[in-house]
């Protein structure tokens, strides 16, 4: 079964606009990456936090780490047009090489 | 850096052929990851190389699939005899370590007839 399921699966907005994706999981972490898949492309890594953070910024990207809930959530602020893309988290077991992702959340933003 | 380069992008063949996706990782990176997407199962490891060397092939789905990596610069999967089940698209990606940031190639968009 998936690690990482994100919520919700797909969001709609308008440019300007902020965007908040959440992820939950199951078991216990060493870090939780979010990464990003435009149409027919590869993923692209955006950011990772460690299991002792609690929160990270990256430029317009906002990551939150609740490890008592076993959440997470992806703020991107101010959206552009060019955000438009699948956003998936992905998950390592403590003390396991292997990335568990989530379905993803599909975001589109309007111009 | 090029990146990850995997070929081919697009291959369609018929069932029972046999097909061969290829992976050429970032220089210096350790670590090789095959995954399988599809729109009902989402992105799934299929085998993971440590040093050139399979370190876990649980997700392969069955000996149809096999995948290899004769340095480190140079990796192949392998399905034989392909399904219309095996459509999807296949990732490769490398990193420098295990569990930190996974870079991923283009990927290879399957069709089996």
């Known amino acids: 079964s998936q690690q990482g399921e994100e919520d919700p699966q797909a969001l709609s907005i308008q440019e300007g606009e902020n965007a908040t994706m959440n992820c939950s999981y199951k078991?216990?972490?060493?870090?939780l990456q979010w990464y990003r898949q435009n149409s027919g492309r590869g993923l692209v890594h955006l950011i990772l936090?460690?299991?002792?953070?609690r929160e990270k910024h990256s430029g317009r990207l906002r990551v939150t780490l609740d490890t008592s809930k076993k959440s997470s959530s992806l703020l991107i602020t101010a959206s552009r047009a060019a955000d438009t893309a699948s956003y998936f988290c992905?998950?390592?077991?403590?003390?396991?090489?292997?990335?568990?992702f989530g379905k993803g959340t599909k975001l589109s933003v309007i111009p | 850096d090029a990146g990850v380069i995997q070929s081919p992008r697009h291959e369609v063949t018929e069932m029972g052929q046999e097909v061969t996706l290829r992976c050429k990782p970032i220089?210096?990176?350790?670590?090789l990851f095959w995954y399988r997407q599809t729109m009902m199962r989402g992105l799934e490891l299929l085998i993971y190389?440590?040093?050139?060397?399979?370190?876990?092939d649980s997700g392969m789905p069955e000996d149809r699939f096999s995948a290899k990596m004769p340095n480190a610069s140079f990796s192949t999967l392998k399905i034989q005899p392909s399904e219309p089940r095996d459509s999807a698209v296949y990732f490769c990606?490398?990193?420098?370590?295990?569990?930190?940031?996974?870079?991923f190639g283009p990927g290879t968009r399957l069709l089996v007839l």
């Open positions: 990606a490398s990193s420098l370590a295990g569990t930190e940031t996974q870079y």
């Open positions: 078991t216990s972490i060493n870090n």
């Open positions: 936090i460690r299991s002792n953070e």
């Open positions: 992905a998950t390592d077991g403590a003390g396991s090489y292997q990335l568990t």
């Open positions: 220089s210096g990176h350790n670590s």
């Open positions: 190389f440590n040093n050139n060397v399979p370190i876990d």
